[in-house]
Every structure is written in C-alpha cells, then in structure tokens.
C-alpha cells in the first residue's frame, strides 16, 4: 500500500470511497440510518470543493484508492473512509501516521473527530479518547457518534 496527497482528478474516485464505505459491508448503524446519511454518492464538484480546503491523504493499493483522510485547520479529522474489502488491513492506521505528522509539523495541539460507531475503535486504538457521545438527525434518522480528541503536545 502507498500513501499520497489527493489531486483534485481524484475526487470522484474518493466520493465513491466515500459512499461505498457507509452503504457496503458490516456495520453498526441500520440500512435506513445509512440510507439517510449517504443516500448517493457525492457529486464530483461539490466533493472536489469539500476537499478542497482540507489536507487530504489517500491511501492505494495497485493503483486504485482504497481509502482517504482529511485534516483541517485546528487538527479536526472531518473524513476518514476505507473501503470495507480493507478494513483491518492497516489502511486507517498508516493514513493516520500520516495525519498525525501532518498536524504535528503544523504545531497542531491536537486532533479532533466525530466519529462514527464504525470508526471510534480504529480512533481509539491510536490514542483517541472520548470527549463525548452525540446523535445528529439525517432524514428522519437519528445517528449515534462520539467527539473523540488526541493531544500532540
């Protein structure tokens, strides 16, 4: 696996990552709850523009994008999606390696998240903890998350 930064050609590619990694494979929240969250894929231009002002690293395997993560000003982590064929394969871990260095050489005093209940495992064995547990309404859905922050100094 290799980890790059995002072009912006990669952006429909991403919003498929995206998309894929909410709707397919084992998860917590129900089919409806997923359906609410992310009824289609991202447009491509709007993706492109979402991205466009976070740090966006990616991570491929043989040429095709198995997963991203996306840093922004103030540490926060707002998008961290792996394809569910690579999940436990140590594709969130090395994208976060990558993050983390990333905030660390941007004198960031932490990073922040909501995490899904997918994703606070993977935060949480990088050194997350909980700040807080948090729903949020997606079209007539009520989806569970967690604030989770890592200090870096």
């Known amino acids: 696996m290799q980890i790059r930064k995002a072009a912006i050609s990669d952006a429909s590619v991403l919003a498929d990552v995206f998309y894929r990694a909410v709707r397919e494979g084992p998860s917590p929240y129900s089919q409806a709850q997923r359906a609410a969250w992310m009824p ?15 740090q966006v690293l990616l991570g491929e395997d043989r040429g095709a994008i198995i997963g991203f993560m996306t840093l922004e000003t103030g540490g926060y982590i707002d998008l961290a999606y792996i394809l569910p064929a690579y999940r436990g394969r140590g594709v969130f871990r090395a994208l976060f390696s990558e993050i983390e260095t990333l905030a660390r050489q941007e004198n960031e ?3 922040w998240v909501h995490a899904s209940l997918m994703a606070q495992p993977a935060f949480q064995a990088v050194g997350f903890l909980v700040m807080h547990h948090e729903t ?18």
């Open 40 to 54: 289609r894929p991202p447009g491509r231009e709007a993706f492109a523009e979402r991205l466009a002002a976070k």
């Open 136 to 153: 949020v309404e997606r079209a007539g859905q009520i989806l569970a998350r967690a604030q989770m922050e890592k200090h870096l100094t």
């Open 109 to 111: 005093a932490r990073l």
